[in-house]
């Protein structure tokens, strides 16, 4: 007599599928910062308004936005439900409100935004993504069809 198993998805162990990928999101906050950047600013030079992207309370939500629309459509193509994706574009903008508020009451430079914003979003996916362990880890071997 043998014994019967249940056909269970491999449980995947270390950390090698969840750094790759992390690096690929990271990538693709990269790729969509430039390719979603560009459109931005060349939107704002049409319309004749290009030095408002100098001001940091602008550019700082915009280039939040643009990193997580590429990563957003990276996570999508992998497989992720909507619920991950909203909850690490969450994570992407709590430096951004971490940051922001106190520029806008004037109790840091502009210059400690844009910086820090980008360097905290690190961690902070970090932290999503080990929350969500086998979620991210499952999605790194092979995209799968996301579900909605």
């Known amino acids: 007599m043998g014994i019967t198993t249940v056909n269970q998805p491999p449980r995947l162990h270390g950390r090698r599928p969840l750094v790759r990928h ?3 999101m990271v990538l693709a906050m990269i790729v969509g910062m430039a390719l979603f950047g560009g459109l931005v600013s060349l939107i704002f030079a049409l319309a004749g308004c290009s030095d408002l992207l100098d001001h940091v309370g602008i ?6 936005t ?3 629309l590429g990563m957003a459509l990276w ?3 992998r497989g992720h439900r909507w619920l991950v994706v909203g909850e690490m574009s969450l994570a992407m903008y709590v430096p951004l409100a971490v940051l922001l ?6 109790v840091v430079p502009g210059a400690a935004v844009t910086g820090p914003m980008h360097l905290l979003m690190l961690p902070a996916m970090a932290i999503v993504m080990v929350r969500r362990r086998e979620e991210y880890a499952e ?6 069809r996301a579900k909605l």
């Open 66 to 68: 643009n990193m997580c």
């Open 75 to 77: 996570m999508r193509h």
């Open 22 to 24: 992390y690096l690929e």
């Open 101 to 106: 508020a106190p520029f806008l009451l004037g």
């Open 59 to 64: 550019r700082a939500p915009i280039m939040a």
């Open 139 to 144: 999605h790194a071997v092979t995209p799968v």
